[in-house]
């Protein structure tokens, strides 16, 4: 039995006049068991078999995915996707009917030969991979519940549109989620951070093909963890009240704000996919209209909810005060976070200028990051940062961009630039109350 907590972080103190409340949401699971724990598990691992992919690469990626194989639990249904400029269903060999089988000894066995015949060959067609994905979840009607894909590609979306790729990922939204990986140097980070994000998942690089199998593992292994298959973040901010925005800020940054469903006309749900023994964070924004001092009022009920069940709920609340020694006061994790937003956008943005030949902006959006990353404590991105700039005082954020860098390096800071780091363990103050209940 999954359990459920929550903690709220803020300064709930208002200036006379002020309107806007913010706080960091915490939201922890423990024993939430492994897939399949409430439904049937899917498990369906894409791989680019485009010539790009070359021998090595090919011979990584075959060894890579049977490695996944084995860390897919037995009874969890599974399929195999070649993707070239079109799409093909490696495993199983099927007609028609439901195109995935269940995990077993000799399921496994037969992938892995399946995958062992795999060669490189034809261009890159990524939405009609994902579009046969879906197609293949579906064939599998309710017997499937939690569905997760891995997507492993090394090189650009050459042989369909743009607009035909951006409707592949529309189709696919709240049917799956997809971590994805780009092998090498050849691929564009934001087509597939476009991939990522609207499916829920990870991205990162592989930069050699070494390194392909552990990823592969790595990956496998958190989507067996994960026992709640599917759950909501749902905000309830009262009448009069703007819901500014809400964003996971931990271990992720990503703004789920334009992907609300509305419950009722105060409520709005928020998908954050299937979870596993963890711990996020969530930045919510709230503008309230102002109160006179000494009034108060709930800002924001914030519930994790599984299967339309409340599992735990932190409240925001707001209290107007004319104490300047309260109201100023600005909480540790709100500010960690918000610097941690800041981080990434200044990084994404750094990288883009330098592309587009924009050096000035280039260095100070870069310089802006080297500086943040020193004030949050974020030491993965201060040392993937400099590798491309010069870091001459990273207190004021002065840097220089190097002449040289080597492309792996720059998409490792791009595809990482959204990774976050936590405050140092909080002492309390300011924390909201917890609570806990078992699904």
Known sequence: MALFNSTVYQNEYLPDGGTDVNAIVRIGVSDAGSAGSDGGAGEIIIIDCSGSMGQRSMLAARQAAMVALDNILDGTYFAVVSGTHEAYLAYPVVQSGPGMVQMSPRTRREAKDAISRLVADGGTAIGRWLNLTLALFNSMGGKVTQRHALLLTDGADEHETPEQLDAAIRACVGHFQCDCRGIGTYWVVSEVRKIARALMGTLDIIPDPSMMAAEFAKIMQTSMSRGVSSANLRVWTPQGAQLLFVRQVSPTVEDLTYQGEPVNPLTVDFPTGACGDEERDYHVAVRLPAKAVGQEQLAARVQLVVGDQPRTQGLVKAMWSSDDSLTAQINDEVAHYTGQTELAAAIQEGL???????????????????????????????TKLRKVVDVVDPGTGTVRLKSRIEKADEMALDTSSTKTTRTRQSNGENAGESNGQAE
Do not use: I, P
């Open 352 to 382: 883009a200028a330098r592309k587009a030949g924009d050096l000035s902006t280039a260095t100070s959006k870069l310089g802006r990051a080297v500086q943040l990353a020193q004030q949050t404590g974020n030491h993965e991105a201060t």
